[in-house]
């Protein structure tokens, strides 16, 4: 295998956080205006700096953009090519939909297997929508795989990747041979952009398409059907909304505390 | 035990016994049944009998074995381990990172749906938790056989159970396949403590962004006239202000205490996402524009570094 690398990189097709977001019949996201989740910029640019440290796609190394979802989906592929990577891979079916955490990582880690002798898998901390941090764990576990999970930091020297991961008591040293599943949070690196040239070479990188059937998948064993979790009933909380605002003339600080102990704060 | 047991996942318990919220966490398991706690270091048996006073039936320790080398991985082989042997209804991990990572493992090798971020819990299951930074509240649940819900601080109130008996003590041997294909942990770097309350724990949080301008002490002197924790936007983290575990929003805490200080922050998206729960929100910023404002019960248009040590000396004034 020498020393180049095989990279697949998860990108999720999210909708896009900086607009209102909505709940829909049988209690699913409703899925407009959708985006790559900005968190897995940090998983394609993790991947990006370890391929282009091996002499990029040139000489021999692979960045594979992977993506479960609705036929929209394929513009998070899209993206993903734009900003540098090699090639995209398409996991869509009608059977995926209402697809949980479980059902995903059966549909994701099946994809892997398909893409074959993958070094690394490289995830996002969180779906920006799911907000789960499940599937990378459930990757590792189904593909039994060394998890090097939540990384601020990512080294591959030879066949091993050693990480930083930063906990609330310690921040630890974690190390595993290749290959691994690996998930990134937002302190690993600054993300690119795409650009001009990206966006021309993009044109001519390929998207392999695969339904559940390529993936030796039945529709009972994914989608909402195959999901081990239920959401019953889900209520927009009531917008906040603003109390009052003082504009300070010297005596705001001693308002405050009136304020905290008027509602027994204090 | 009964088939409606509860297996409470406890990580390190301290010999001196188990820490708040991980009493807090045996109590959410009580909601839904008998509870039995897996403890992922040998306990002592102090820590044995404390667990019994607030309700343990059965503790299942990994013996003399050593877990803490390794990430997740090997903790969620012994934890399948332990449910064969106990057969619970439902495990109860908390919602730290590693609590999530051992549950999403356990959930492939139970074929058992995961819960997560859950803040209260119903005794048939019916799991509550708020999803898309806040904005909606959801009741979920496992459809599957057995449930794995990971649960967030305060989701019960820790307390002796009714009636507590002793509990007995089993050693369940760790697989001898868990170690293959895990990560191990080679250098650890303790963080210092601060002697604040824990973000996650806190009840009163203030949080200082750029405003701040690199200085913290307002925030830590109002912070510490309150008994609060301290806290901070993506913005002073980064700048390398304060440690990132002090980072409350999207990528850093998701917090609900009862009172939130923001100060010298503007309110982005991505820090309302770990804030926005908060029972009641208080802003300080100089620019009457800031989208802080939309959401605080009470703001006040001003210099941080005026209004927080004026609170603070009327504070500290009205106490005595
Ligand atoms: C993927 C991603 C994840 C992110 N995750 C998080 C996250 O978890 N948490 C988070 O907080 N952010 C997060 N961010 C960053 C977020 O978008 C904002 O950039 C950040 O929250 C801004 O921090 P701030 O409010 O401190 O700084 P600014 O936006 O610069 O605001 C500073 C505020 O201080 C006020 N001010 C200045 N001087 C004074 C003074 N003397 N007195 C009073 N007020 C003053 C200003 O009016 C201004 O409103 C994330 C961003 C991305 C892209
Ligand atoms: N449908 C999906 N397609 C591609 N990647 C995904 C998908 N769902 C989750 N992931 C990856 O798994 C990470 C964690 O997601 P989650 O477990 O949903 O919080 C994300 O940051 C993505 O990298």
Redesign the interface.
Known sequence: MGDTLKIVVLVKHVPD??F??H?GPE?R?ERSESILSE?DEYALEAALQLSEARGGDKAGNQVIALTMGTPDAANALKKALQIGASSGVHVTDDALAGS???AT?LALAAAIRAIGDVDLVITG?AS??G????????L???L???????A?SLDVDGRTA?IR????????????ELP?VVSV???INEPRYPNFKGILAAKKKKIATFGIADLGLEPGQVGAAG???????????PP?T???????EG???????D???A?K?? | MTASTVLVYLDVVPAEGPHKTQLELVAAGRILGPVAVAVANEPSETAVAQLAEHGAEAVYTPGSADLSDFLVAPKAAWLAAVVATAQPAAVVVDNSFEGKEIAARLGVRLSAGVVTDVVALEADGTAHKSVLAGSYEVRARATSQIAVLAVKGHAAEGAPAPAPGAASVHAVEVPGDAFANAARITARAERPKTGRPELTEASIIVAGGRGTDGDFTPIEELADALGAAVGASRAATDAGWIGHDFQVGQTGKTVSPQLYISAGISGAIQQKAGMQTSKVIVAVNSDPESPVFEIADFGVVGDLFKVLPQATEEIKRRRG
């Not at chain 1, 039994?144 to 939540?150: G, H, R």
Request: aromatic fraction near 4%; hydrophobic fraction near 40%; charge should be negative.
């Open positions: 956080a900086q209102d977001r709940i209690q996201l968190l949980d955490a479980w990582s901390m920006t929508d907000e789960t941090s499940l599937v990378p764990a459930q590792a576990e189904r039994s795989l060394p998890q090097l999970t939540f601020s050693v991961r930063d906990g609330d008591a310690s921040s630890d040293t974690v190390e595993a691994a949070t937002d302190q999901s081990l979790t239920s959401v019953e009933q889900a209520d927009p909380r906040r603003a109390g009052t605002i003082i504009t300070d005596d705001a600080g001693l308002k405050l505390v304020f905290l102990a509602q704060l204090i």
